[in-house]
Structures are given as structure tokens and as C-alpha cells.
């Protein structure tokens, strides 16, 4: 036990006790650093560094006023400049800063003389608290704990060595410095324990994020699995009924119908196998074929009775899409209504539906919340599926606020134009 405490003592005062550790900038602006001027705020993230300064100047003109020496002005502001080095050396070197409180101490105990206050001077006394505060809110309370037992070390030696003959204020430093220590060490507790908690917060919401973004990529690769399985299934069917409907069809015709089915039902196989395994196990597929923007208008009547009044405009050249372009423009449409109806209640919206030459385009709009009912805080997740399918479509997106109070969702998703089917020539023909 007693090896294990000297190796602790020297990791945590001897051992690198000169390493070059600069107090880092504060980080925030502060509560009272947003009162000041801007032109003075930006330098509030050396309000520690400043904090560390204004306490050596006072404990320079303290220990100046309160040194029993006879030695002049000069003398006096030396003795101030001595006991204010080690709190300056907590800036860059606060092991080594405590040392040197202890040498400061030993140094104006010799030039003050025998008195009341001895080995701490006034001066000193204040120094020395300072240091042990300034050093343990950057160490720890293992350190704070090694500081005060050699303090104790140190005013014991004294006492026994000189109790008889000067006053020794051995009892009042302990004390002092044990209540300093206390309070310092709690602090730096909390702040470490605040850094543990908002790092950890940190974390969750980077896994929350991933989760939500892994659980909508499995919910969009459910559906296309339903949408790609149910198109494979017609294949195979029609396949399959091809031959009947032809009558005496060529051999030719009915081996290529079969190996039509044949590789349809492959192909639906590794699809259920591969795309299958994201299914959980309480997931059923829908009785009905996935929505599409045929069925826009029973969506908005929901939300209308959900209390949102919503305006549909559609144009350009209606036409039919790829499913899973219509699918995830429904769902885009869905998701961007239920966040109006969460985060903007009584407000208006407006859903727009572009068919443009090169693909779709999606814009919904609503209004700034009126009324008594309080919007219902959000995490963003929906913005993360949105975002996600439209990455899937390698189309664009583009949600904010409006000048007006609202929030706008922009979409735009290309869409390949189909190759026009040529007739082949006919037999003969140049």
C-alpha cells in the first residue's frame, strides 16, 4: 500500500511536474460575457486566462500592504511580484506552480521575519490558497488531496520545529485550505461529470441518428421489396398464361415463356431472400398495393380531418411514374404534411406537384403555428427519411424556414425518359 501511494505521489506531483500545459480557452461566451459590447465579447473565451491575471495583480498589491518589511516600495512590490509568480504559472505549468508556492512561502517567511503569521504571511497565505484552488480545478481531487496532506506535512514540520518560538499559523492554513480544496475539488467534479454527461449526450443522439437512418432505410427497403416482389410475381403469372392465350403456339414461343417464368421466379426468390432478411418479425405485408400519387387525394382528405387545411396544385403533363418514384414522392408528401400538422399547428399548406420534362417536383409549404396549441418538439427524423429517399432516387432536397414564419420542403427527382420501342425492319426491306 505504501509503494502503491509513492507511486501515485510521484505520477501526480513529481513525475513531468514542469510539462507544459496551457490553460485552454473557455469554451461559450458566458453568462455575463453576453453583456458586454461585441467588440469586446469576442474575448471572452480568455476570461479564464483574464480571471487568473486580475488575481495576481490583487494578490501583488495585498502582499505589498501587509509585508512587515522595511525595505522600501521596491522591496515591497518585489515580495507582491514573488507571491504572484506561482499563480501565474498556473496558466501554463500548474504542478510545477504549486512547488513554487511552497518555495515562495519558505522565501517571504525568511524576509518577513519571525510573526504571528508565520510561515504564511498574509501575502503568502492568500497566494498559496489561490494556487491549491487554481491547480486542482485543472488536476483533479487526487491531486487537491496529495496538495493538502503535504500541506499538513509542511505546517507540522514547522510547528514542531519552531512552535515554541514563533507563532505558528499551522491550524489556519489547514483549515483554509481544507474548505478551499473542498469547494474546488466539488467544482471540478461537476465539470467533469457535465463534460461526461454532454459527451455521452453526444453519442446517443449520433446512435439515435444512425438508428432512425438504419430504421428508414429498412422501411424503404420493405416496401420496394413489396413493390419489386408484387411486379416479379405479374411477370411470372403472365408468363405462365402467355402460352394459353395464343392458340397452337410454336414450341419456340412456349420455351421462351418458360424460361421467362423460370427466371422470374428465380429472380423473386433471391429477392425475398436477400431484401426478406429486413423484415422484423411482427412485419406483414400490405393487403394493398403501395400508394402512389393517384392516391395524393385521400391523404390530403386525412389531414383536413386531422384539422389542417392543406391546397393541392399539380402541373405539367400528368404521367405515370416508376412505382418506387411514386411511392417515395407519396411518403415525401406524407412525412412533410405530419410535421405541419406536429410543429405548425393552425397554420395552412400547401402542396405542390411539378411533372417537368426531366423528373418530379415536390414543394409543400405551410404557414407560421397560430392558435393556443403548443408545437410538439421534433428530433428531426423525419427530415432524415426524406433525405434519405430522395438520396436513394439521386434527386435533390432543400427544407428550411420561410421569410414568412413557415417551413418550405423542395424536392426535385429525376426521372429517365423510357427508350421509344423502333419496329424491326422487316424481312427484305434495305
Request: proline share 6%; charged share 20%; aromatic share 6%.
Amino acid at each position: 500500500m505504501a509503494s502503491g501511494l509513492i507511486q501515485t505521489l510521484r505520477h501526480d506531483l513529481i513525475d513531468d511536474a514542469f510539462a507544459y500545459r496551457p490553460l485552454p480557452p473557455s469554451e461559450g461566451e458566458g453568462r455575463l460575457a453576453r453583456l458586454l459590447p461585441k467588440g469586446i465579447r469576442r474575448h471572452a473565451i480568455w476570461r479564464g486566462h483574464a480571471a487568473v491575471v486580475a488575481l495576481a495583480a490583487f494578490v501583488v498589491m495585498f502582499t505589498g500592504a501587509t509585508q512587515y518589511t522595511f525595505i522600501g516600495p521596491v522591496g515591497r512590490l518585489a515580495t507582491g511580484l514573488v507571491a504572484a509568480a506561482p499563480i501565474l504559472m498556473t496558466l501554463v505549468r500548474p504542478i510545477a506552480a504549486w512547488w513554487a508556492a511552497v518555495a515562495m512561502t519558505l522565501l517571504l517567511a525568511i524576509l518577513n521575519g519571525p510573526s504571528m503569521t508565520w510561515p504564511w504571511t498574509p501575502g503568502s497565505f492568500v497566494s498559496y490558497i489561490a494556487v491549491t484552488v487554481l491547480v486542482t480545478l485543472r488536476t483533479g481531487p487526487r491531486v487537491a488531496a496529495w496538495m493538502w496532506s503535504l500541506t499538513l506535512v509542511i505546517g507540522l514540520g514547522f510547528w514542531v520545529l519552531f512552535g515554541d518560538s514563533y507563532g505558528v499559523n499551522f491550524a489556519q492554513m489547514s483549515v483554509a485550505s481544507a474548505f478551499a480544496l473542498a469547494i474546488a475539488s466539488s467544482i471540478q467534479i461537476r465539470r467533469h461529470a457535465k463534460a461526461e454527461v454532454s459527451a455521452q449526450q453526444e453519442v446517443t443522439a449520433v446512435e439515435r441518428d444512425r438508428r432512425t437512418l438504419l430504421e428508414e432505410r429498412t422501411t424503404i427497403a420493405r416496401e420496394l421489396h413489396d413493390v419489386v416482389a408484387h411486379h416479379m410475381s405479374v411477370v411470372a403469372i403472365q408468363a405462365e398464361a402467355a402460352p394459353y392465350r395464343v392458340k397452337n403456339p410454336p414450341p419456340e414461343l412456349e420455351a421462351a415463356f418458360v424460361t421467362i417464368r423460370e427466371n422470374a421466379v428465380a429472380a423473386l426468390t433471391e429477392l425475398r431472400r436477400v431484401l426478406g432478411v429486413v423484415r422484423s418479425s411482427d412485419y406483414e405485408a400490405p393487403d394493398a398495393p403501395q400508394p402512389t400519387l393517384a392516391s395524393l387525394d385521400g391523404l390530403l382528405a386525412n389531414v383536413r380531418e386531422a384539422g389542417l387545411s392543406v391546397e393541392k396544385t399539380v402541373t405539367g403533363a400528368v404521367r405515370e411514374l416508376p412505382q418506387g418514384v411514386e411511392l417515395s414522392a407519396y411518403r415525401i408528401i406524407q412525412e412533410a404534411l405530419s410535421n405541419t400538422l406536429r410543429h405548425a399547428p393552425g397554420a395552412a399548406a400547401e402542396v405542390e406537384v411539378s411533372y417537368v420534362l426531366g423528373g418530379l417536383g415536390i414543394r409543400v409549404v405551410n404557414g407560421a403555428a397560430t392558435g393556443d396549441v403548443r408545437p410538439s418538439p421534433g428530433a428531426g427524423h423525419g427530415l432524415t427519411g426524406m433525405r434519405e429517399r430522395v438520396a436513394m432516387l439521386e434527386g435533390e432536397m432543400t427544407a428550411g424556414e420561410t421569410a414568412a414564419g413557415g417551413y418550405e420542403v423542395a424536392v426535385f427527382i429525376p426521372v429517365r425518359n423510357r427508350p421509344e420501342q423502333r419496329d424491326e425492319p422487316a424481312e427484305g426491306a434495305e
